[in-house]
Structure formats: C-alpha cells, structure tokens
C-alpha cells in the first residue's frame, strides 16, 4: 500500500508516542513530519517481516511474502550461486539500497542483489548501489505496479546494469539491460519455462522452468 506524506512543519515524536497500526490507520494524518522523518518511523516500528520503501515520494508498506514468491527469490539465488562465472560475486537479499532521484530520498529493498562480496561491507541499512550489478523483483499484488514502472525508473536512474523483473501474474520475465536516464533501452520477455541468458559480466542462464 502507498502512503503518501503530506508536508507539514518538522515534528518530532517520541518513541513512545508511536504505533505502527495507528499510522496506517491515519497515514493522511502523520502529525508534522516530512516524508524522510515518517519514513524512519514506520521502518522502526514495522512488525518483523513486513518490508516498507520510499518510492518516488511515497511510502510503501508491504506485508511478508507467500510461500510461492519465497521459493522464486529461494531459486534464483540458489542458481546464481551454482551458475555464477565469477566466484566472487555474491547474492544479497533484504539488502537495503539507495536510489538517488528516484525520489527525494529513495530507499528500497529489492528481492535480489548479485553484487561482488564486500560490496555492503559497512555498518549502514541503506547502500550505494553503483557496486551492483543486477537487480531482481518478483512480483506480487499488491507490489506489481511499483515492480512493473516505478522501480523500472528507479533502478534504471542508478545505472544499475541489469534488472530481472519476474512478473508472477503475466507468467513472464523480463531482463532490462542498457539503462539510459530514466529506462532500460533493453527490454526483453521471456515466458515462465523458458531459459534466460544474464549479459556479461553475469554472463549465465537461469532456467525459469524451476520456478
């Protein structure tokens, strides 16, 4: 779900004024915080499991995954490390990243991040994502829209080189390559049984039949 923020003069609450239920509930009515302040305090105080974003403006809150969206992020990971050219490189997952411009401050957590290791070697929540070198989302309901455009945007903005979107409900995939200010130049489908060859420097395939 999307919450949007409206401006108001800075507040600042205390910890124990705060209940994540109550700010869903009146998410039109955060009291006097910009959206950078309500975005730390929902991710503060977000139940376990439960992912929140700030995606073009606008804070997302999404429930744990089903059984079937953790079996993909399960299999493509499990592949990259069995398939992988580079030994080096590394499969990340609940990894926060930085996406400069994709909003005032833009902050996501992607499915799936192969990045050489050591690349999030530092203390913060959020990262640099110029070390990474693709991106993967799997699709829900009620994230699909922000998977299929908004993140398309966001990633592309990064100069991220690759981005796999396996889109559950259109049973396809889609890798995005050649990313040019706010798009992938690339972008090419593939059914949900079909084998997909990574570009170089991943330069592997991932067989979509074991989804």
Request: glycine share 8%.
């Amino acid at each position: 779900m999307a919450l949007p923020v409206p401006e108001y003069e800075p507040y600042e609450a205390e910890a124990d004024e705060v209940d994540y239920r109550d700010l869903v509930k009146y998410k039109d009515k955060v009291p006097g915080m910009t959206v950078e302040e309500a975005f730390d305090v929902f991710s503060a105080t977000a139940p376990e499991g439960w992912r929140v974003e700030l995606i073009e403006g606008e804070i997302h809150v999404t429930p744990p995954a089903n059984g079937e969206h953790e079996e993909i992020v399960s299999e493509v990971s499990g592949q990259v490390v069995v398939r992988r050219k580079d030994p080096r490189l590394r499969v990340y997952t609940g990894i926060g990243l930085f996406l400069p411009g994709a909003s005032v401050s833009g902050k996501v957590e992607p499915d799936v991040v192969i990045a050489p290791k050591g690349s999030f070697a530092d203390q913060m929540e959020y990262h640099d994502p110029s070390p990474v070198l693709l991106v993967a989302e799997v699709t829900s309901r009620s994230t699909a829209g922000n998977d299929r455009v908004k993140k398309i945007r966001g990633y592309a903005r990064a100069g991220i080189p690759v981005y796999l979107l396996i889109d559950r409900e259109a049973e396809k995939a889609v890798v995005c390559t050649e990313p040019a200010g706010e798009d992938y130049t690339s972008k090419v489908p593939y059914k949900l049984s079909e084998t997909i060859p990574l570009p170089e420097p991943l330069g592997f395939d991932l067989d979509t039949s074991e989804f």
